[in-house]
Protein backbone atom coordinates (compact mmCIF):
# COMPACT_ATOMS: atom_id res chain seq x y z
CA UNK A 1 0.00 0.00 0.00
CA UNK A 2 2.76 2.66 0.64
CA UNK A 3 4.21 2.03 -2.45
CA UNK A 4 0.70 1.90 -4.59
CA UNK A 5 -0.85 5.31 -2.59
CA UNK A 6 1.25 7.41 -5.04
CA UNK A 7 -0.79 6.50 -7.62
CA UNK A 8 -3.93 5.04 -5.88
CA UNK A 9 -6.58 6.38 -3.17
CA UNK A 10 -5.22 5.05 0.11
CA UNK A 11 -9.32 4.20 0.63
CA UNK A 12 -9.47 2.57 -2.41
CA UNK A 13 -6.49 0.14 -1.66
CA UNK A 14 -7.99 -0.58 1.65
CA UNK A 15 -10.86 -1.90 0.29
CA UNK A 16 -9.26 -4.10 -1.92
CA UNK A 17 -6.82 -5.08 0.70
CA UNK A 18 -9.96 -5.66 3.09
CA UNK A 19 -7.72 -3.50 6.09
CA UNK A 20 -9.01 -0.49 7.80
CA UNK A 21 -7.91 3.17 6.70
CA UNK A 22 -7.07 3.89 10.59
CA UNK A 23 -4.88 0.86 10.78
CA UNK A 24 -2.88 1.77 7.94
CA UNK A 25 -2.46 5.32 9.11
CA UNK A 26 -1.85 3.99 12.80
CA UNK A 27 1.27 1.69 11.02
CA UNK A 28 2.63 4.51 9.11
CA UNK A 29 3.12 6.67 12.62
CA UNK A 30 4.56 3.45 14.54
CA UNK A 31 8.41 3.45 15.38
CA UNK A 32 9.93 0.54 14.03
CA UNK A 33 9.81 -2.69 16.82
CA UNK A 34 13.22 -3.90 18.36
CA UNK A 35 13.51 -6.82 15.62
CA UNK A 36 13.39 -4.30 13.02
CA UNK A 37 15.98 -2.28 14.48
CA UNK A 38 18.06 -5.56 15.04
CA UNK A 39 17.94 -6.95 11.74
CA UNK A 40 19.19 -3.24 10.22
CA UNK A 41 22.26 -3.44 12.41
CA UNK A 42 22.64 -6.91 11.42
CA UNK A 43 22.33 -5.92 8.01
CA UNK A 44 24.67 -3.59 7.88
CA UNK A 45 27.49 -6.16 9.31
CA UNK A 46 26.08 -8.14 6.55
CA UNK A 47 26.54 -5.46 3.87
CA UNK A 48 30.21 -4.94 5.39
CA UNK A 49 31.38 -8.63 5.15
CA UNK A 50 29.26 -8.85 1.64
CA UNK A 51 31.70 -6.18 0.37
CA UNK A 52 35.17 -7.97 2.17
CA UNK A 53 34.54 -10.96 0.25
CA UNK A 54 34.03 -9.36 -3.26
CA UNK A 55 30.72 -9.84 -3.50
CA UNK A 56 30.69 -13.80 -3.54
CA UNK A 57 29.44 -15.13 -0.01
CA UNK A 58 26.10 -16.67 -0.08
CA UNK A 59 24.16 -17.71 2.93
CA UNK A 60 26.92 -20.68 4.35
CA UNK A 61 30.01 -18.55 4.18
CA UNK A 62 28.17 -15.34 5.49
CA UNK A 63 27.16 -17.23 8.65
CA UNK A 64 30.49 -18.95 9.40
CA UNK A 65 31.96 -15.48 9.29
CA UNK A 66 29.69 -13.83 11.33
CA UNK A 67 29.81 -16.48 13.81
CA UNK A 68 33.86 -16.06 13.87
CA UNK A 69 32.98 -12.35 14.47
CA UNK A 70 30.71 -13.33 17.40
CA UNK A 71 27.60 -12.33 15.40
CA UNK A 72 25.20 -15.13 16.83
CA UNK A 73 22.10 -15.57 14.33
CA UNK A 74 20.11 -18.42 12.21
CA UNK A 75 20.93 -19.14 8.40
CA UNK A 76 17.11 -18.32 7.43
CA UNK A 77 17.60 -14.48 8.99
CA UNK A 78 20.94 -14.34 7.12
CA UNK A 79 19.14 -15.39 3.83
CA UNK A 80 16.33 -13.24 4.44
CA UNK A 81 17.74 -9.82 5.15
CA UNK A 82 20.52 -10.73 1.58
CA UNK A 83 17.34 -11.45 -0.10
CA UNK A 84 15.59 -8.45 0.73
CA UNK A 85 18.27 -6.09 -0.25
CA UNK A 86 19.11 -8.12 -3.21
CA UNK A 87 22.72 -9.78 -1.88
CA UNK A 88 23.38 -13.15 -4.11
CA UNK A 89 26.02 -15.28 -3.70
CA UNK A 90 28.11 -16.09 -6.63
CA UNK A 91 27.16 -18.78 -8.77
CA UNK A 92 29.27 -20.82 -11.28
CA UNK A 93 28.63 -23.23 -14.03
CA UNK A 94 30.19 -22.48 -17.72
CA UNK A 95 32.06 -24.63 -19.84
CA UNK A 96 35.61 -23.98 -19.48
CA UNK A 97 37.33 -24.21 -22.87
CA UNK A 98 40.15 -26.78 -23.12
CA UNK A 99 43.70 -25.92 -22.67
CA UNK A 100 44.91 -29.66 -22.61
CA UNK A 101 46.03 -30.97 -25.21
CA UNK A 102 48.36 -34.45 -24.83
CA UNK A 103 51.12 -36.06 -26.45
CA UNK A 104 49.94 -39.59 -27.31
CA UNK A 105 54.18 -40.50 -28.03
CA UNK A 106 55.08 -39.08 -24.22
CA UNK A 107 55.54 -41.69 -21.83
CA UNK A 108 53.22 -40.99 -19.02
CA UNK A 109 53.49 -41.40 -15.31
CA UNK A 110 51.27 -43.42 -13.22
CA UNK A 111 48.30 -42.15 -11.65
CA UNK A 112 50.04 -42.58 -7.68
CA UNK A 113 46.80 -40.30 -6.25
CA UNK A 114 43.69 -41.90 -7.89
CA UNK A 115 41.26 -39.30 -6.56
CA UNK A 116 42.32 -38.87 -2.90
CA UNK A 117 43.15 -35.82 -2.73
CA UNK A 118 43.12 -35.59 1.29
CA UNK A 119 46.80 -36.14 2.67
CA UNK A 120 47.06 -35.60 6.49
CA UNK A 121 49.98 -33.26 6.04
CA UNK A 122 51.35 -30.00 3.75
CA UNK A 123 53.63 -30.90 0.76
CA UNK A 124 52.52 -34.29 0.54
CA UNK A 125 50.08 -33.58 -2.82
CA UNK A 126 50.45 -30.82 -4.82
CA UNK A 127 48.26 -30.42 -8.17
CA UNK A 128 49.01 -28.57 -11.00
CA UNK A 129 46.99 -27.47 -14.18
CA UNK A 130 46.74 -24.31 -16.61
CA UNK A 131 43.53 -22.20 -17.66
CA UNK A 132 43.54 -19.25 -19.95
CA UNK A 133 41.70 -15.61 -19.51
CA UNK A 134 40.19 -13.56 -22.23
CA UNK A 135 41.36 -9.93 -22.84
CA UNK A 136 41.17 -7.64 -25.32
CA UNK A 137 44.71 -8.20 -26.62
CA UNK A 138 44.22 -11.79 -26.64
CA UNK A 139 44.78 -15.04 -24.56
CA UNK A 140 46.50 -14.97 -21.27
CA UNK A 141 47.56 -18.61 -19.82
CA UNK A 142 47.79 -19.31 -15.76
CA UNK A 143 49.85 -22.02 -14.56
CA UNK A 144 48.99 -22.91 -10.66
CA UNK A 145 50.53 -25.30 -8.25
CA UNK A 146 48.23 -26.22 -5.25
CA UNK A 147 48.77 -27.82 -1.93
CA UNK A 148 46.38 -30.49 -1.91
CA UNK A 149 46.58 -30.19 1.75
CA UNK A 150 45.23 -26.70 2.23
CA UNK A 151 44.17 -25.63 -1.02
CA UNK A 152 46.46 -23.25 -0.93
CA UNK A 153 47.93 -21.48 -4.49
CA UNK A 154 51.69 -22.13 -3.53
CA UNK A 155 53.31 -21.18 -7.25
CA UNK A 156 51.28 -19.57 -10.05
CA UNK A 157 52.64 -17.96 -13.77
CA UNK A 158 51.07 -16.43 -16.20
CA UNK A 159 52.81 -15.94 -19.84
CA UNK A 160 51.10 -15.71 -23.56
CA UNK A 161 51.78 -18.71 -24.95
CA UNK A 162 51.43 -22.65 -23.86
CA UNK A 163 55.11 -23.66 -23.96
CA UNK A 164 56.25 -25.82 -21.11
CA UNK A 165 58.15 -22.86 -19.53
CA UNK A 166 54.70 -21.66 -18.23
CA UNK A 167 54.50 -24.87 -15.97
CA UNK A 168 58.10 -24.54 -15.33
CA UNK A 169 58.18 -21.31 -14.21
CA UNK A 170 54.73 -21.95 -11.84
CA UNK A 171 56.86 -25.01 -10.18
CA UNK A 172 59.82 -23.00 -9.82
CA UNK A 173 58.08 -20.81 -7.53
CA UNK A 174 56.57 -23.42 -5.42
CA UNK A 175 60.12 -25.26 -4.84
CA UNK A 176 60.82 -21.66 -3.69
CA UNK A 177 58.32 -20.90 -1.62
CA UNK A 178 58.18 -24.47 0.04
CA UNK A 179 61.30 -26.39 0.05
CA UNK A 180 60.22 -29.76 0.70
CA UNK A 181 62.29 -32.59 1.44
CA UNK A 182 63.46 -34.95 -1.63
CA UNK A 183 60.99 -37.86 -1.89
CA UNK A 184 58.12 -36.58 -0.39
CA UNK A 185 56.14 -34.71 -2.64
CA UNK A 186 53.57 -35.94 -5.12
CA UNK A 187 52.96 -33.58 -7.91
CA UNK A 188 49.55 -34.61 -9.79
CA UNK A 189 48.45 -33.44 -13.30
CA UNK A 190 46.73 -34.37 -16.69
CA UNK A 191 48.92 -35.61 -19.33
CA UNK A 192 48.94 -32.38 -21.50
CA UNK A 193 51.86 -31.78 -23.67
CA UNK A 194 53.93 -29.78 -21.08
CA UNK A 195 53.81 -32.09 -17.83
CA UNK A 196 54.87 -35.07 -20.49
CA UNK A 197 57.61 -33.07 -21.52
CA UNK A 198 61.20 -33.63 -21.03
CA UNK A 199 62.20 -30.66 -19.52
CA UNK A 200 59.36 -30.75 -16.99
CA UNK A 201 60.60 -33.97 -15.98
CA UNK A 202 63.99 -33.64 -15.52
CA UNK A 203 63.12 -30.62 -12.84
CA UNK A 204 60.85 -32.55 -11.22
CA UNK A 205 63.54 -35.95 -10.87
CA UNK A 206 66.29 -32.82 -10.01
CA UNK A 207 63.90 -31.40 -7.51
CA UNK A 208 63.32 -34.84 -5.39
CA UNK A 209 59.43 -34.57 -6.85
CA UNK A 210 57.27 -37.66 -7.27
CA UNK A 211 55.27 -37.00 -11.15
CA UNK A 212 51.84 -38.67 -10.95
CA UNK A 213 48.99 -38.02 -13.83
CA UNK A 214 45.49 -38.95 -14.32
CA UNK A 215 43.83 -40.38 -17.22
CA UNK A 216 43.57 -38.72 -20.70
CA UNK A 217 39.59 -36.69 -20.94
CA UNK A 218 38.98 -37.16 -17.25
CA UNK A 219 38.58 -34.00 -15.56
CA UNK A 220 37.89 -36.16 -12.46
CA UNK A 221 41.27 -37.32 -12.11
CA UNK A 222 42.93 -33.93 -11.49
CA UNK A 223 38.91 -32.21 -10.04
CA UNK A 224 40.89 -30.41 -7.11
CA UNK A 225 42.86 -27.82 -9.64
CA UNK A 226 39.53 -27.92 -12.05
CA UNK A 227 37.43 -26.74 -8.57
CA UNK A 228 40.17 -24.11 -8.32
CA UNK A 229 39.59 -23.13 -12.32
CA UNK A 230 35.39 -22.70 -11.58
CA UNK A 231 36.06 -20.83 -8.63
CA UNK A 232 38.30 -18.41 -10.23
CA UNK A 233 36.63 -17.91 -13.24
CA UNK A 234 32.94 -17.59 -10.60
CA UNK A 235 34.70 -14.98 -8.83
CA UNK A 236 36.53 -12.76 -10.67
CA UNK A 237 36.62 -13.79 -14.39
CA UNK A 238 33.04 -13.90 -15.57
CA UNK A 239 32.53 -10.45 -14.10
CA UNK A 240 35.51 -8.46 -15.19
CA UNK A 241 36.54 -7.55 -18.24
CA UNK A 242 40.18 -7.07 -18.95
CA UNK A 243 41.35 -4.40 -21.63
CA UNK A 244 45.08 -5.76 -21.84
CA UNK A 245 47.30 -9.23 -20.64
CA UNK A 246 48.69 -6.30 -17.44
CA UNK A 247 45.22 -5.91 -16.47
CA UNK A 248 44.20 -9.64 -15.99
CA UNK A 249 47.73 -10.03 -14.68
CA UNK A 250 47.28 -7.87 -11.89
CA UNK A 251 43.73 -8.89 -10.98
CA UNK A 252 44.29 -12.81 -10.80
CA UNK A 253 47.72 -11.55 -8.42
CA UNK A 254 45.29 -9.74 -6.11
CA UNK A 255 42.71 -12.52 -6.31
CA UNK A 256 45.05 -15.09 -5.35
CA UNK A 257 47.77 -13.90 -3.03
CA UNK A 258 45.14 -11.27 -1.40
CA UNK A 259 41.83 -12.65 -1.32
CA UNK A 260 42.39 -16.44 -1.72
CA UNK A 261 45.11 -17.29 0.04
CA UNK A 262 44.85 -15.52 2.89
CA UNK A 263 40.70 -14.08 3.59
CA UNK A 264 38.36 -16.70 1.20
CA UNK A 265 37.05 -19.09 3.37
CA UNK A 266 36.58 -22.80 1.90
CA UNK A 267 33.90 -25.07 3.27
CA UNK A 268 35.85 -28.27 2.68
CA UNK A 269 38.70 -27.29 5.32
CA UNK A 270 36.60 -26.41 8.41
CA UNK A 271 35.25 -23.03 6.55
CA UNK A 272 39.29 -21.41 6.99
CA UNK A 273 41.09 -19.83 4.64
CA UNK A 274 44.02 -21.86 3.26
CA UNK A 275 46.79 -19.62 5.29
CA UNK A 276 44.84 -19.72 8.62
CA UNK A 277 44.10 -23.72 7.76
CA UNK A 278 47.70 -24.34 7.75
CA UNK A 279 48.45 -22.47 10.51
CA UNK A 280 46.19 -23.76 13.28
CA UNK A 281 47.66 -27.44 11.79
CA UNK A 282 51.62 -26.44 12.55
CA UNK A 283 49.90 -24.91 16.08
CA UNK A 284 48.65 -28.17 16.99
CA UNK A 285 51.65 -29.95 16.12
CA UNK A 286 54.20 -31.26 18.76
CA UNK A 287 56.82 -28.55 19.53
CA UNK A 288 60.12 -30.42 18.02
CA UNK A 289 57.74 -31.11 14.58
CA UNK A 290 56.75 -27.30 14.24
CA UNK A 291 60.36 -26.32 14.81
CA UNK A 292 61.42 -29.18 12.04
CA UNK A 293 59.17 -28.75 9.25
CA UNK A 294 60.17 -26.14 6.59
CA UNK A 295 56.74 -26.19 4.61
CA UNK A 296 56.78 -22.52 3.58
CA UNK A 297 60.19 -20.41 4.52
CA UNK A 298 57.92 -17.43 4.48
CA UNK A 299 58.32 -16.16 1.01
CA UNK A 300 55.86 -14.59 -1.37
CA UNK A 301 55.42 -14.42 -5.68
CA UNK A 302 55.94 -11.44 -7.39
CA UNK A 303 53.53 -10.50 -9.94
CA UNK A 304 55.67 -12.42 -13.44
CA UNK A 305 56.12 -15.51 -10.95
CA UNK A 306 59.52 -15.39 -12.42
CA UNK A 307 61.30 -13.64 -8.77
CA UNK A 308 59.81 -13.93 -5.41
CA UNK A 309 60.47 -11.43 -3.00
CA UNK A 310 61.42 -12.97 0.47
CA UNK A 311 60.11 -11.84 3.69
CA UNK A 312 60.63 -12.75 7.11
CA UNK A 313 59.96 -16.17 7.71
CA UNK A 314 56.69 -17.36 10.14
CA UNK A 315 55.59 -13.75 9.36
CA UNK A 316 52.62 -15.57 7.04
CA UNK A 317 51.50 -17.98 10.03
CA UNK A 318 53.86 -21.00 9.07
CA UNK A 319 57.22 -21.92 10.47
CA UNK A 320 60.56 -21.39 9.47
CA UNK A 321 62.90 -23.85 8.05
CA UNK A 322 65.12 -25.60 10.05
CA UNK A 323 68.34 -24.34 10.41
CA UNK A 324 69.49 -28.01 10.83
CA UNK A 325 68.04 -28.92 7.51
CA UNK A 326 68.74 -26.34 5.62
CA UNK A 327 71.97 -24.73 6.59
CA UNK A 328 71.90 -22.88 3.13
CA UNK A 329 68.14 -21.83 3.20
CA UNK A 330 68.41 -20.18 6.80
CA UNK A 331 71.66 -18.57 5.51
CA UNK A 332 70.45 -16.85 2.64
CA UNK A 333 67.17 -15.98 5.14
CA UNK A 334 69.06 -14.29 7.83
CA UNK A 335 70.79 -11.61 4.79
CA UNK A 336 66.86 -11.14 3.18
CA UNK A 337 64.92 -11.03 6.56
CA UNK A 338 65.19 -7.24 6.12
CA UNK A 339 64.51 -7.10 2.58
CA UNK A 340 61.05 -5.07 1.75
CA UNK A 341 58.39 -6.91 0.69
CA UNK A 342 57.51 -6.52 -3.48
CA UNK A 343 53.81 -6.86 -3.02
CA UNK A 344 53.56 -2.63 -2.80
CA UNK A 345 51.80 -0.82 -5.85
CA UNK A 346 54.97 0.24 -7.17
CA UNK A 347 56.78 -3.27 -7.35
CA UNK A 348 53.62 -4.16 -9.34
CA UNK A 349 53.32 -1.62 -11.77
CA UNK A 350 57.18 -2.38 -12.61
CA UNK A 351 56.51 -6.11 -12.79
CA UNK A 352 53.85 -5.82 -15.14
CA UNK A 353 55.68 -3.66 -17.53
Known amino acids: MERERATHHVARLCKVLDVSTSGFWAWRKRPPSNRELADRELFGTIAEVYKLSRRTYGVPRMFDELSDRGVHCGRKRIARLMRRNGLVGCHRRGRRPRTT ?165 HTSIGSKSPCDYEAAYWDSQPAGKADDAASDPGTIGTLSGLCPEPHPAGSLGAPPPDPHLFPSLTASADHTTAAPNAIGEEAVARDIT
Not at 106 to 132: C, G, K, M, Q, S
Not at 135 to 148: E, R
Not at 197 to 209: E, H, P, T, Y
Open 101 to 265: VSDKQAPAAPDLVNRHFHPEAPDALWLTDITYVRTWSGFLYVAVVLDAFSRRVIGWHMADHLRTELVMEALEMALWNRRPPEGQVILHSDRGSQFTSVAFGQRCRDAGIVPSMGRVGTAYDNAMCESFFATLECELLDRETFRTRSEAKLAIFDWIEVFYNRWRR
